[in-house]
């Protein structure tokens, strides 16, 4: 895969009015997926609606595929792929006339009939768009985004509304992008979307990226797990605590269940164990919970990710 | 389900220009055509006015077969039904749902798009004149004049019409676009010399309603047709400028979403 970046954003700024939808924000994606992962409101469209050549900034600059999106249109758009929130379609047209339209502007297209069926469209018939049910119309705009075979696609939510089964094929098709150089900057309000198909998230509150990485990488940084077990209610915490390292914190959260917050590793959860069963106490469900996306945007911007 | 690797491997690039443009003039005229009120507007009500107006005597159109001073008025009516109301109607909800959007992400440029949108409009004209034809020459019609007279006072029509349904859809909401075009279609009906003589209007009104595209388009159509006048250069003009101020005003005000 290319190392240079498909998408550069720098110092970016967007007003509409009186309010700043982007406000400063620096972004750089490489090849792969990028998740771009906030709350509503946090300029994740403006901020891919800019790099799709929709919205001049204000001021910065954005680079996509190298190119300026607004001064070079025309180089750049067939070379993207572009999935909007909603429609996008004449409200007339069936799902596989659209599809054959798109693929008709573009020089190399994909298979309709096997893009068709590997989306579950092939059940829209002669059904017109505007009669089609939500996931369906998702679905057709996710087709309508990779019919040109693009090198990199920009997918808005791509997911929002989908019942699961429609979501994980949703999450087929990116990986098979990726799998196939295709690069993906998608946006998001779910932190497992992020989790599952990026390589690289963007965290954006406020117009702003607040922190990048792996997810790994985002997850490892800031607070620390946590191990919970239960047991007979009233052990004797004080005495678990002296088994532990000493950056470690215990607690009887209810009766009969404990909480041990600390750097969670295969050592720590040895020692609790084996001090369990000096005690004669058997650890039932006993868990350690990761560090999760979710933990960290709440740790850097003090808002629930759903909001 | 999976798929072969390899499938998705990107090979980007725009199809050849004439084939974008004649793709999407295909797929406009195909959405036109299916769409029931666009029907209605731009094939069932220009037919029952030459219909029923040249054979029931209802209104006073001069000296002459009615069908003879009605066709005139009929074909300018429409071209205004196509290029004007039809065009603004549809132009503006593909706007609203976000079809200028996507197409604008998409390698077509919008020039392109315009051209297309042109095509279609003339496609369908053309198939609006050859029934209309048929029609009236059914009934009667028997037309005079200069066969390229009559063509650039239909291109010129079209002109004007586009420019101003295109800036109607560009600026306006799609409900607005929708009654606007529909009032505006109304009143250019009965106010425009399609099948109201103009001079029913007494003097001023009928000067007035003269620089009218519609009247423009109708009287200089029937100037030729029934008449059998030479290049009628008074309603060209008035066309031409109607043409360049909509335009120019579609081009300059004309927001995409």
């Known amino acids: ?307 | 389900m999976t798929t072969a690797s390899g499938t998705y491997t990107p090979r980007p690039g725009a199809a050849p220009l004439p084939r974008m443009i004649a793709a999407q003039a295909a797929l406009e005229t195909k959405m036109l055509l299916r769409n029931g009120e666009q029907l209605l507007l731009t094939v069932v009500i220009p037919t029952l006015l030459l219909v029923l107006f040249s054979s029931v005597d209802v209104v006073d159109t001069g000296k002459g077969e009615a069908v003879d001073f009605l066709t005139p008025g009929i074909l300018a009516l429409a071209v205004m039904s196509t290029a004007f109301t039809g065009q603004a109607i549809a132009t503006g909800f593909e706007r609203r749902y976000g079809v200028l959007k996507r197409l604008a992400a998409s390698p077509l440029p919008r020039w392109g798009l315009m051209t297309a949108k042109t095509v279609s409009v003339l496609v369908t004209e053309v198939l609006q004149v050859i029934l209309l034809a048929v029609i009236a020459f059914a009934l009667g019609w028997s037309p005079h004049g200069n066969p390229a007279a009559v063509l650039l006072l239909l291109v010129l029509g079209t002109a004007a019409f586009s420019g101003l349904g295109l800036l109607m859809a560009g600026t306006l909401k799609a409900e607005a676009t929708l009654a606007a075009a529909n009032l505006v279609f109304l009143l250019l009906l009965v106010g425009g010399g399609v099948i109201v003589p103009l001079e029913k209007f007494g003097g001023a009104g009928q000067h007035v309603l003269g620089l009218l595209p519609i009247s423009a388009l109708s009287n200089g159509l029937r100037d030729v047709l029934q008449h059998g006048a030479g290049m009628p250069w008074g309603d060209l003009g008035i066309l031409a400028v109607w043409a360049v101020l909509g335009l120019a005003a579609a081009g300059r005000f004309f927001r995409w979403e």
Request: hydrophobic share 40%; charged share 25%.
């Open chain 1, 1 to 307: 895969m290319r190392s240079e970046p498909v998408v550069q954003v720098r110092a970016l700024v967007k007003r509409y009015g009186p309010k700043t939808a982007v406000d400063g924000l620096d972004l750089v994606a490489g090849a792969g997926v990028t998740a771009v992962l906030g709350p509503n409101g946090a300029g994740k469209t403006t901020t891919v609606e800019t790099c799709e050549g929709y919205r001049r900034p204000d001021s910065g600059t954005v680079r996509v595929l190298g190119l300026d999106p607004v001064r070079d249109s025309a180089a750049l758009r067939p070379r993207i792929g572009v999935m909007l929130q909603s429609g996008g379609v004449y409200s007339g047209a069936r799902a596989d006339e659209m599809l054959r339209h798109v693929a008709r502007l573009h020089a190399h297209p994909l298979d309709v009939a096997a893009l068709i069926e590997r989306l579950g469209l092939g059940s829209c018939g002669r059904t017109s768009y505007r009669r089609l049910s939500g996931g369906q119309q998702q679905r057709l705009a996710l087709a309508l985004a990779v019919v040109g075979r693009p090198e990199l696609v920009f997918l808005d939510e791509p997911t929002a509304g989908l019942d699961p089964q429609a979501r994980r094929a949703t999450w087929d098709l990116v990986r098979d992008l990726r799998a196939d150089g295709v690069s993906v900057i998608l946006t998001t309000h779910h932190m497992d979307e992020a989790e599952q198909l990026a390589d690289d998230v963007a965290i954006i509150d406020g117009g702003r990226v607040v922190a990048q990485g792996t997810p790994e990488e985002l997850c490892k940084g800031g607070a620390e797990n946590t191990l919970r077990f239960t047991g007979r209610p009233g052990l004797d915490v004080g005495s678990l605590l002296k088994a532990l390292p000493a950056d470690c914190t215990a607690a009887e959260l209810t009766p009969g269940s404990y909480r041990v917050v600390g750097k969670v590793d295969p050592q720590l959860l040895a020692t609790v164990t084996s001090w369990c069963a000096q005690h004669g106490v058997m650890p039932d469900r006993i868990s350690v919970e990761r560090h999760t996306l979710e933990d960290v945007f709440l740790e850097l911007t003090g808002k629930e990710l759903r909001s």
